[in-house]
């Protein structure tokens, strides 16, 4: 048995450690150098998020800060050429509970498992980064000054607090909030993969895993939508999966099933709870703080949305998430004309995320797991 005085002593010395780090951090962030370094550091989130523009600027931005976040706890992972960031070889790792890698193909440089060591930002405002305990995360610019309060807001809603501890809560935790002179960086656990390899890729996953996706994913947009929070950019690659179980390659049905995490608030609104139903409306196109004006917005856009009149932002939302998955079909008619009815043009066809889950959810229950150990469909046409 652990001796308890041991352990306490063990305790104190975490505790220590991590008030050193916070006073170091603290000191730096006081001063000339703050100063100094702050004005390395671009002006406003729309220039943070074009930094790609140059080859190798993002990673020089990001050096400027690594002995302020190394004080935090947090060491920086190596850049390796564009977007690719890699573990150093000298860090040590531990599970963060977010990201796994079964052993169906082994754990060389070439499996899965090596995935969990790098990390392909979506865009230049993320860095990854190795907590002092070990645990993978990913560093992003959430606000420079009054800009980007709202994606706080709700992290801080959906993300932390009593809320984040709820089953049907798939929100990608906020594990911790960082100030730096007028610049505010979110923490979140780095997750294993993305929706968009759930199918047509690598992948051997059946129709069973991907349809216990799709559930996950609905029941994610229908949580947050019951605390009338509308995402706005629900497309499948803002959905990360913690691994590609591959059920036909293990050729055995799955002891577990890796949870879903829907991610990037960024565009995302919020209404009070007082607020009718009805009156919930948003009008033009998503947008957040980082993004480009209009004219470069390059995701669908459904009718309501062009018609430029108050819409719906959560028929949106499923609008959005049914129509990444158009190339999707599982030869199962409840489930596809669901998804179907999810992308029709006319938003008051649309039926809502829970409604949308509990129809999938019943029909897939009726059906022997064995008959779902098959293959999805990939429509190469759409």
């Known amino acids: 048995m652990p001796d308890p005085i041991l352990m306490r002593q063990g305790s104190l010395g975490v505790m220590i ?13 006081r001063g000339s150098h703050a100063h100094s370094v702050r004005e390395k550091l671009p002006p406003d989130l729309q220039s943070w998020r074009a930094l790609d523009g140059e080859e190798g600027i993002d990673a020089i931005t990001w050096g400027n800060l690594r002995e302020l976040f190394k004080a935090r706890g947090y060491t920086f992972w190596s850049p390796r050429r564009d977007s690719l960031m890699v573990l150093p070889t000298d860090t040590d790792i531990a599970s963060n509970g977010f990201g796994y890698a079964p052993l169906l193909r082994g754990m060389d440089e070439r499996s899965p ?16 980064a190795q907590a002092a305990d070990g645990r993978s995360v990913v560093i992003r610019v959430l606000a420079i000054g009054k800009v980007g309060r709202r994606h706080i807001d709700i992290l801080k809603i959906a993300g932390r607090g009593p809320y984040s501890l709820v089953t049907w809560n798939h929100t990608i935790p906020l594990l911790d909030l960082i100030d730096f002179e007028d610049i505010t960086f979110g923490v979140f656990p780095k997750v294993g993969d993305t929706l968009v390899a759930a199918y047509d890729g690598w992948a051997e996953n059946s129709l069973g895993d991907v349809l216990d996706m799709i559930l996950q994913c609905l029941e994610a947009l229908g949580f947050v939508h019951g605390m009338r929070i509308a995402h706005q950019d629900a497309f499948k690659d803002n959905f990360l999966v913690q691994w590609q179980p591959e059920s036909l390659k293990a050729r055995a049905y799955p002891v577990s099933r890796p949870r879903v995490y829907l991610n990037d608030f960024e565009t995302a609104v919020m209404f009070g709870q007082d607020v009718p139903i009805e009156d919930c409306v948003c009008t033009g196109l998503p947008h957040g703080a980082s993004f480009p004006g209009p004219e470069k917005y390059r995701r669908p856009i ?4 062009e018609s430029g009149k108050p819409y719906n932002p959560f028929k949106l939302d499923v609008w959005q998430f049914a129509t990444s998955l158009q190339d999707f079909k599982s030869n199962i008619p409840e489930v596809d004309n669901t998804l179907e009815l999810l992308r029709n043009p006319d938003p008051l066809l649309r039926v809502s995320a829970y409604e949308a889950m509990a129809t999938i959810a019943n029909v897939v229950a009726m059906i022997p797991p ?13």
């Open 370 to 382: 064995y008959a779902l150990a098959v293959p999805p469909i990939v429509l190469s046409d759409v």
């Open 113 to 128: 498992l090596s995935n969990l060591y790098s990390f392909s930002y979506p865009h230049p405002s993320c860095q990854a």
């Open 17 to 29: 450690a991590t008030a050193l780090a916070a006073l170091s951090f603290a000191m730096l962030r």
């Open 302 to 305: 459904p009718p309501e949305v």
